[in-house]
């Protein structure tokens, strides 16, 4: 491409993405009133879905105010309302969508329980690309050089069609089904195929995904999970010999397990292939940042939550390339859009869905007070739960969120935890959001950083104590007596309960039980198994809430914060 062509279309995708802007901007108006916008919103819904099955059941002809829809429709998981989405899988629509069809069935993630069936309809996808429309076209716009729509992009999705409903709807990963419904000038920018999403085999995937793009000039990785990231740079830094080879040659590795049925074809490309053997061989590696200079690439990513192990390792690999949030993004919906880097907060989408919110602290009470949008404080923590415009009504989806901010008027809020990662021996409620932020503490004011772990309780009849589950590799560091200690420290800062047990003795301090290396890595791949669930959209929990799995683990080693290393 000539510089003048590459010119011209820049300014064509600068004024082509001028819509976007326009949408973005009137989306900022909004937030400057979302009680308004909140019950304009909800009034549509009701009056829209008022002759389904659902609306039938639960009154929704006599809903005309928020007060009206929490008396009449209670507060449900998924379990109470899969009765209704049972009857939509068998092609009974209008149990819960009156004039909209039901395209796909978005599995979840399966992290903490059997995968969850939710359906997407028309209005559902037209929310969830809107959403994803504000939020890229801001991404794009305030990075530099702004021509990234003109670069290929590094995806990794889950399979869309992991099987069918009894009425024939295709049922699997949300981000695989939408990859696949894009228009084709935008399937064009997606540089790893589609089909790899099918793909069994781990290092089937990672090779063919790396073998994609490594000969591109690419513009953003982006993928929920940034392990996912990590396994990338890993995969191309380990086969480095082996992808150079292919690139120079037009060819893929004949010894991976990959169907011919792919159809998968590359070019011969012989000045790219020395320029990367010339790179490996300076370096004495081949890492992104050795290809892609941090500077020209984006990666995207959730921040929040439990992601810091991982997020501390990517600069290894991807230098200070910048990071912005996908936000808090679920197969239920899309209910947060981040505008700015390095931070795992975003606005509310107000203009998507109807929202709810039950203060952290008073989850338990029998009737808790219920906050509205526009009620919400800075610095308070709160269960999400959302209404959605594709049947999904005042649901518990269990994540606990921060508020950090505003826009306008419009909370901004960060992911913390799924409400469910509490343990709780002896009343101290610990959450995992505890035990990350004392671990991320742990790493901003040292140099110790664990990355493969998770703290569980132990029951012990004299003192009950927690102990973190490290492998042998983790555990190798003589430092780990002391920062046991700080550890325990930290909970203890950020927990009054826990450091309310510590001081009466009720709960003993914090240990370190040690296992072999990869032992995390097969935990997930069983969890996964038994679960169903998707590897890209996967979160290990950080914090174990049954005395059971201690009791059973396979531990080779044990530190004590005064007593030491001891080996079994």
């Known amino acids: 491409m000539t510089g003048r062509l590459r010119y011209a279309l820049v300014r064509l995708a600068r004024l082509a993405a001028l819509p976007l802007h326009a949408r973005v901007r009137q989306f900022w108006k909004l937030c400057d009133d979302p009680q308004a916008v909140q019950a304009e919103l909800l009034y549509r819904l009701i009056a829209r879905q008022r002759n389904t099955a659902f609306g039938a059941d639960h009154h929704f002809a006599e809903i005309r105010s928020a007060a009206d829809f929490q008396r009449h429709v209670p507060i449900r998981n998924y379990e109470a309302l899969a009765p209704y989405i049972d009857r939509v899988k068998l092609g009974e629509t209008t149990a819960l969508h009156a004039d909209d069809t039901v395209r796909f069935f978005a599995l979840t993630s399966g992290t903490t329980a059997q995968r969850k069936m939710i359906p997407v309809t028309d209005r559902y996808l037209a929310d969830y690309k809107r959403s994803w429309a504000m939020w890229g076209v801001r991404a794009y716009y305030d990075h530099r050089p702004r021509d990234l729509a003109l670069r290929p992009i590094v995806q990794m999705i889950g399979n869309a069609d992991e099987f069918r409903t009894p009425s024939g709807i295709p049922c699997g990963n949300l981000s695989g089904y939408t990859a696949s419904i894009q228009r084709p000038i935008a399937k064009r920018q997606y540089c790893v195929p589609i089909s790899c999403a099918t793909l069994r085999d781990p ?42 080879r292919d690139v120079h040659d037009g060819t893929l590795r004949g010894d991976l397990d990959i169907p011919r049925s792919h159809g998968l074809q590359f070019r011969p490309n012989p000045t790219t292939a020395a320029r990367l053997e010339k790179l490996a061989a300076q370096n004495g590696r081949l890492y992104p940042q050795d290809i892609w200079h ?47 880097n390095g931070t795992p907060s975003g606005v509310l989408d107000i203009a998507s869905h109807f929202y709810e919110f039950i203060r952290e602290a008073d989850r338990d009470k029998l009737e808790p007070t219920i906050y509205l949008a526009h009620e919400l404080e800075v610095g308070q923590n709160y269960f999400l739960l959302p209404t959605t415009q594709a ?140 679960t169903g669930g998707s590897a890209e959209q ?3 929990t950080c914090l174990m809430n049954a005395v059971e799995f201690t009791a059973t683990l396979p531990r080779i080693g044990r530190i004590h914060p005064t007593l030491g290393l001891a080996w079994q």
């Open 294 to 340: 941090p500077s020209t690439i984006l990666l995207t990513v959730w921040t929040g939550g439990s992601m810091g192990p991982y997020l501390r390792q990517l600069p290894a690999f991807y230098g200070d390339a910048p990071v912005r949030d996908l936000g808090l993004v679920a197969s239920e919906g899309r209910f947060t859009i981040p505008f700015e």
């Open 391 to 530: 049947g999904l009504y005042r649901y518990d989806i269990s994540d606990v969120v921060r508020v950090t901010g505003f826009l306008g008027r419009t909370p901004k809020v960060e992911f913390l935890s799924k409400g469910s990662r509490f343990s709780n021996l002896t009343g101290e409620k610990l959450s995992e959001h505890h035990v990350t932020q004392g671990l991320e503490h742990l790493a901003a004011t040292g140099d110790f950083q664990v990355c493969n772990y998770a703290l569980a309780p132990v029951w012990d009849e004299v003192q009950p104590y927690y102990a973190i589950v490290l492998e042998r590799t983790e555990a190798s560091d003589p430092r780990w007596t002391a920062w046991l200690t700080v550890l325990d420290r930290e909970l203890s800062l950020r927990n009054i309960e826990y450091e309310a047990k510590r001081q009466s003795g009720r709960l003993g301090p914090v240990q370190a039980f040690i296992v072999e290396n990869g032992y995390w890595a097969t935990w997930d791949e069983v969890r996964l198994a038994q």
């Open 203 to 244: 290092a089937a995937k990672y090779y063919l995904a790396v073998r994609s793009f490594i000969d591109k000039p690419l513009a953003l990785f982006s993928s929920a999970n940034p392990s996912t990231l990590l396994t990338l740079a890993r995969t191309l830094n380990t086969n480095h010999s082996a992808l150079i």
């Open 538 to 540: 996967y979160k290990r």
